[in-house]
């Protein structure tokens, strides 16, 4: 059963740019999309945005600007990063697996695997 | 983006009841060509991370007890918990996966009575 591990400083300040990393483990990372998905503090989740192994991106227009994903798959991890982050940054980042592709529609497909999360605080 | 809501935001139910969760999304999300509605619902227990329960609206993920339901087409769908048990008490969130981004419902608290 894949496992997803989210790593990465838990304390980032204001202006800076937000990193962090998923691990895949018990799976493989090729012919998935990998996804980031956030959650501020006692509030609902924002899908952030997707990677295809290959390197193909999509992201969320309200967060385009300032976000990139990234993959190694030779290490079977993707990365997230956000540049000038805010205190409205601030959430628990998550990372999953989206593992439906159809060829006719493309990839829309839910989130079957979500690693653990971690906590990313934006504050000086 | 497809705006989704969920009713009620939170609701408690005696252990053993019926508890029923509705989300509604601001265009359809049934996919004609194929007759799917591109929807999921997921589970998120205090502390932990979200759970998926369906997909497709009605597809329960491998795992998840019968107890659990989906149904629905186009832009009214419900999640059912047939009989309220003590380890249900958790957040449900539903999920668009037509179009991108990707959007939420803003999550229904389950508790107990």
């Not at chain 2, 019968?66 to 087409?73: E, I, K, L, Q, Y």
């Amino acid at each position: 059963q894949v496992q997803l591990q989210e790593s990465g400083p838990g304390l980032v300040k204001p202006s800076e740019t937000l990193s962090l990393t998923c691990t895949v483990s018990g799976g493989s990372i090729s012919g998935y999309y990998w996804a980031w998905i956030r959650q501020p503090p006692g509030k609902g989740l924002e899908w952030i945005g997707y990677i295809y192994y290959s390197g193909s991106t999509n992201y969320n227009p309200s967060l385009k600007s300032r976000v990139t994903i990234s993959v190694d798959t030779s290490k079977k991890q993707f990365s997230l990063k956000v540049n000038s982050v805010t205190a409205a940054d601030t959430a628990v980042y998550y990372c999953a697996r989206e593992p439906y592709y159809d060829i006719l529609t493309g990839p829309k497909s839910w989130a079957d695997s979500w690693g653990q999360g971690t906590l990313v605080t934006v504050s000086s | 983006d497809i705006v989704m809501t969920q009713s009620p935001d939170s609701l408690a139910v005696f252990l053993g009841e019926r508890a029923t969760i509705n989300c509604r999304s601001s265009q359809s999300v049934l996919y004609t060509s194929n007759n799917k509605n591109y929807l999921a619902w997921y589970q998120q227990k205090p502390g932990q991370s979200p759970k998926m329960l369906i997909y497709w609206a009605s597809t329960r993920e491998s795992g998840v007890p019968d107890r659990f339901s989906g149904s629905g087409s186009g832009t009214d769908f419900t999640l059912t918990i047939s009989s309220l048990q003590a380890e249900d008490v958790a957040v449900y969130y539903c999920q668009q996966y037509y179009s991108l981004p990707r959007t939420f419902g803003q999550g229904t608290k389950v508790e107990i009575k």
